[in-house]
């Protein structure tokens, strides 16, 4: 891939997107019926899973019981299949184990937990096709799922990548783009406050670039949440459509 | 085992004196602990103190071959190991979520940024590299693991110096140490980890946060940076929110750190290469300080007495017509004065009654407008009870020692200073009021 171009002289990406766009974002709710809440996202090329259980009794480990306000217990997988090489370790490796770490974090951070005392949620989050930005994938998801599953939270987590590139900040990273080397910030926040839930930085950015590619992670975490947002209240409104009309 | 759980108190203490903008063992906001860099005699082998935490780092290295899709490149890993050693909460085996977080983040700072140069760790393309390997074993734990590793680990690797290979068409040759020097890794930039403690949800912030301000913090920040001001590694996590302010001046505060710890490290890398190069000893047994108390003994020093004597007959002449006399005061015990009449002995009577005494004694003397107090029982203290002065602007507050007898209040008004103080009777509120504070420090 060598005679490829990150940008190309007119600005435009390898997927043919300007710089500050976002992938196009698809998504469906209640996907599942064993579930309480269940959610399929699609972020141009990244396919992520995500299905919540709980609020319900803590049922491995009785030291986990907090008196005051709810478990959250996260798992991340990567499915075989999800990568360009099959992935022989989907769980259980350092980089699964971190991210269900990351996850349960950010929801822990997010989730009214004291509203269900000495009781635990769980959320499982499937990648089916891995293509850059897993980890928002994975929180977009479970985002979705728990607002599925009708538990309550402080705001919408959105999550979004911002790279940096030949000297131009680029938003929504693709596993090209990444593999390229480029310093990439993702983040996580709530986009009505603009609080950032989680950050997380890899490879080198200079520290005078650092305002300007997390504001774009800002905007794109924005626009990722009015993308959600109208998708929640047309879900919400076709489900109300469909219960009153029989 | 698990972690002694922190007292509530402790911990209300802890948070309210950093709200007030102090921390518990004296250090300003921004400060580190007293770092210290040592390394040992293998090539590779550093040791870095950081306050009270110590943690080893060892890099070792292997030819293997490379991987599938990188054919050209050698591989660097860096393994965190947090034993029980370290601190009982540790538990043996599979490592906790916070040491895989600690791991990955130490993986992205030194791998991820390309802090060492992999290209030129290939020998023979497609078949032979080295493989290095930092291991970082914590062997102290005290708070902010995270940042001691990291300059453990980047200093070993700055220190170690891999067998030179010289390849001849098919024939590779490894030169032992004694054939050829050993030649060192291609290190680009040194990246540290600065960590940041968060407490009331981001309002105060701490740089280096020793064990108990761990426990006590909301969240955790850590930035990893080089001496050319670039970001390597950015982890926010925890439970926190942060604002977009916050995170950047984190990173400006990381900017001057990081440039004194690798100022430190130069030095001590340096210091070191100096020594092996003289053919000094080097090596963890000449780097540890010997603190050793061989004898402790004391010479009679004398004490030139003259000046005293001739300073106590002025003071004597000085201190002018005593208008009471003396007499009153009887010695009761050894350390027992007893100035007034006492009607009786009241040493052994009920504790309920000296009670009473005491506190008719106590309401007289406010009453009288003294500010004198008493501030102990009878019972628990041999020596004359000290007073302790709540002035409002009395002007002799000379110390007295407060009887508990029912005596007037006027024989108490015009009591005369102790006996056991040597010094002049002043009317002046602050030099006797110093002095009745040191002597009551004294007395303590």
Redesign the interface.
Request: hydrophobic share 35%; net charge negative; with cysteine.
């Given at each position: 891939m060598a005679g490829l171009e990150i940008i190309s002289d007119q600005g435009y990406r390898i997927d043919g997107r300007r710089s500050s766009e976002l992938r196009k974002v698809c998504a469906r709710m209640g996907v599942f019926t064993q579930a309480d809440g269940s959610a399929y996202i699609e972020q141009g090329n990244t396919k992520a899973l995500a299905t919540v259980y709980g609020p319900h009794e803590v049922r491995k480990g009785r030291g986990k019981i907090q008196h005051d306000r709810a478990v959250v217990n996260c798992q991340f997988s990567m499915a075989t299949f999800s990568t360009g090489e099959r992935k022989s370790r989907p769980k259980g490796d350092r980089r699964s184990q971190e991210m269900s770490m990351h996850l349960r974090q950010t929801f822990e951070a997010v989730i009214v937990t004291e509203l269900f005392p000495r009781s635990q949620i769980d959320i499982y989050v499937q990648i089916l096709q891995a293509d850059g930005g897993n980890y928002c994938a994975c929180v977009n998801a479970a985002t979705l799922a728990v607002i599925d599953a009708g538990i309550p939270m402080k705001d919408y987590v959105c999550a979004c990548t911002a790279g940096f590139i030949q000297d131009s900040p680029l938003l929504d990273i693709s596993y090209v783009e990444e593999s390229a080397g480029a310093p990439f910030l993702t983040v996580a926040m709530m986009p009505k406050s603009e609080q950032i839930v989680l950050l997380e930085m890899n490879s080198r950015l200079h520290a005078d670039n650092m305002e300007k590619v997390l504001d774009l992670a800002t905007q794109g975490c924005k626009d990722v949440f009015a993308v959600l947002d109208r998708h929640v209240r047309d879900h919400v409104s076709e489900s109300h459509a469909l219960m009153t009309a029989s | 085992m698990k972690e002694v759980p922190m007292s509530t108190c402790e911990r209300e203490f802890i948070l309210k004196a950093i709200r007030d903008r102090k921390r518990i063992d004296g250090r300003q906001t921004y400060d580190y602990r007293r770092l210290k860099v040592s390394f040992g005699m293998e090539r590779g082998c550093c040791i870095v103190d950081l306050g009270d935490t110590k943690v080893l780092a060892q890099v070792s290295g292997k030819i293997e071959e490379p991987k599938k899709?990188r054919p050209t490149e050698g591989s660097i890993i860096i393994n965190l190991e947090l034993s029980p050693m370290a601190s009982p909460a540790f538990e043996p085996g599979r490592p906790t979520?916070s040491g895989?977080?600690m791991?990955?983040i130490l993986e992205?700072n030194i791998r991820?940024?390309?802090a060492v140069d992999t290209e030129s760790l290939c020998i023979v393309a497609g078949e032979k590299v080295w493989s290095i390997r930092a291991d970082v074993h914590v062997l102290n734990d005290e708070g902010n693991i995270m940042d001691a590793a990291s300059i453990a680990a980047i200093t070993a690797l700055s220190h170690f110096r891999r067998p030179d290979v010289s390849v001849m068409g098919e024939e590779v040759t490894v030169h032992s140490p004694e054939d050829r020097d050993p030649v060192p890794l291609s290190v680009h930039h040194m990246p540290v980890c600065v960590t940041f403690a968060f407490f009331d949800q981001g309002e105060f912030l701490l740089v280096d946060p020793n064990r108990s301000e761990e426990r006590v913090m909301d969240g955790r920040?850590v930035v990893g940076?080089?001496m050319?001001?670039?970001?390597?590694?950015?982890?926010?996590?925890?439970?926190?929110?942060?604002?977009?302010e916050q995170?950047?001046r984190c990173?400006?505060i990381a900017?001057v750190k990081v440039a004194e710890i690798i100022e430190l490290i130069q030095r001590a890398l340096d210091k070191d290469a100096q020594a092996r190069q003289a053919g000094e000893k080097c090596g963890f047994a000449e780097s540890v300080p010997t603190n050793k108390i061989t004898t402790n003994r004391k010479e009679a020093t004398a004490i030139d007495t003259t000046a005293a004597a001739q300073q106590a007959s002025q003071v004597i002449q000085e201190a002018g017509p005593v208008d009471k006399p003396m007499s009153n005061m009887l010695v009761q015990a050894p350390g027992t004065v007893q100035i007034g009449e006492g009607l009786v002995n009241t040493w052994d009577v009920d504790d309920e009654d000296m009670e009473s005494e005491e506190k008719e004694g106590r309401e007289k003397s406010v009453t009288n407008g003294r500010e004198a107090v008493a501030t102990s029982k009878p019972t628990e203290r041999k020596r004359p009870v000290k007073a302790v002065s709540h002035a409002e602007g009395s002007d002799s507050e000379e110390e007295e020692t407060v009887m508990l007898f029912q005596g007037d209040d006027e024989t108490k008004s015009t009591e005369e200073p102790d006996s056991t103080a040597l010094m002049q009777p002043s009317n002046s509120d602050k030099p006797a009021k110093k002095k009745g504070k040191k002597k009551k420090a004294a007395q303590k």
């Amino acid at each position: 891939m060598a005679g490829l171009e990150i940008i190309s002289d007119q600005g435009y990406r390898i997927d043919g997107r300007r710089s500050s766009e976002l992938r196009k974002v698809c998504a469906r709710m209640g996907v599942f019926t064993q579930a309480d809440g269940s959610a399929y996202i699609e972020q141009g090329n990244t396919k992520a899973l995500a299905t919540v259980y709980g609020p319900h009794e803590v049922r491995k480990g009785r030291g986990k019981i907090q008196h005051d306000r709810a478990v959250v217990n996260c798992q991340f997988s990567m499915a075989t299949f999800s990568t360009g090489e099959r992935k022989s370790r989907p769980k259980g490796d350092r980089r699964s184990q971190e991210m269900s770490m990351h996850l349960r974090q950010t929801f822990e951070a997010v989730i009214v937990t004291e509203l269900f005392p000495r009781s635990q949620i769980d959320i499982y989050v499937q990648i089916l096709q891995a293509d850059g930005g897993n980890y928002c994938a994975c929180v977009n998801a479970a985002t979705l799922a728990v607002i599925d599953a009708g538990i309550p939270m402080k705001d919408y987590v959105c999550a979004c990548t911002a790279g940096f590139i030949q000297d131009s900040p680029l938003l929504d990273i693709s596993y090209v783009e990444e593999s390229a080397g480029a310093p990439f910030l993702t983040v996580a926040m709530m986009p009505k406050s603009e609080q950032i839930v989680l950050l997380e930085m890899n490879s080198r950015l200079h520290a005078d670039n650092m305002e300007k590619v997390l504001d774009l992670a800002t905007q794109g975490c924005k626009d990722v949440f009015a993308v959600l947002d109208r998708h929640v209240r047309d879900h919400v409104s076709e489900s109300h459509a469909l219960m009153t009309a029989s | 085992m698990k972690e002694v759980p922190m007292s509530t108190c402790e911990r209300e203490f802890i948070l309210k004196a950093i709200r007030d903008r102090k921390r518990i063992d004296g250090r300003q906001t921004y400060d580190y602990r007293r770092l210290k860099v040592s390394f040992g005699m293998e090539r590779g082998c550093c040791i870095v103190d950081l306050g009270d935490t110590k943690v080893l780092a060892q890099v070792s290295g292997k030819i293997e071959e490379p991987k599938k899709n990188r054919p050209t490149e050698g591989s660097i890993i860096i393994n965190l190991e947090l034993s029980p050693m370290a601190s009982p909460a540790f538990e043996p085996g599979r490592p906790t979520e916070s040491g895989i977080e600690m791991n990955r983040i130490l993986e992205r700072n030194i791998r991820d940024s390309r802090a060492v140069d992999t290209e030129s760790l290939c020998i023979v393309a497609g078949e032979k590299v080295w493989s290095i390997r930092a291991d970082v074993h914590v062997l102290n734990d005290e708070g902010n693991i995270m940042d001691a590793a990291s300059i453990a680990a980047i200093t070993a690797l700055s220190h170690f110096r891999r067998p030179d290979v010289s390849v001849m068409g098919e024939e590779v040759t490894v030169h032992s140490p004694e054939d050829r020097d050993p030649v060192p890794l291609s290190v680009h930039h040194m990246p540290v980890c600065v960590t940041f403690a968060f407490f009331d949800q981001g309002e105060f912030l701490l740089v280096d946060p020793n064990r108990s301000e761990e426990r006590v913090m909301d969240g955790r920040m850590v930035v990893g940076m080089n001496m050319h001001r670039e970001i390597c590694t950015l982890m926010m996590s925890g439970g926190m929110l942060l604002v977009k302010e916050q995170v950047l001046r984190c990173s400006q505060i990381a900017t001057v750190k990081v440039a004194e710890i690798i100022e430190l490290i130069q030095r001590a890398l340096d210091k070191d290469a100096q020594a092996r190069q003289a053919g000094e000893k080097c090596g963890f047994a000449e780097s540890v300080p010997t603190n050793k108390i061989t004898t402790n003994r004391k010479e009679a020093t004398a004490i030139d007495t003259t000046a005293a004597a001739q300073q106590a007959s002025q003071v004597i002449q000085e201190a002018g017509p005593v208008d009471k006399p003396m007499s009153n005061m009887l010695v009761q015990a050894p350390g027992t004065v007893q100035i007034g009449e006492g009607l009786v002995n009241t040493w052994d009577v009920d504790d309920e009654d000296m009670e009473s005494e005491e506190k008719e004694g106590r309401e007289k003397s406010v009453t009288n407008g003294r500010e004198a107090v008493a501030t102990s029982k009878p019972t628990e203290r041999k020596r004359p009870v000290k007073a302790v002065s709540h002035a409002e602007g009395s002007d002799s507050e000379e110390e007295e020692t407060v009887m508990l007898f029912q005596g007037d209040d006027e024989t108490k008004s015009t009591e005369e200073p102790d006996s056991t103080a040597l010094m002049q009777p002043s009317n002046s509120d602050k030099p006797a009021k110093k002095k009745g504070k040191k002597k009551k420090a004294a007395q303590k």
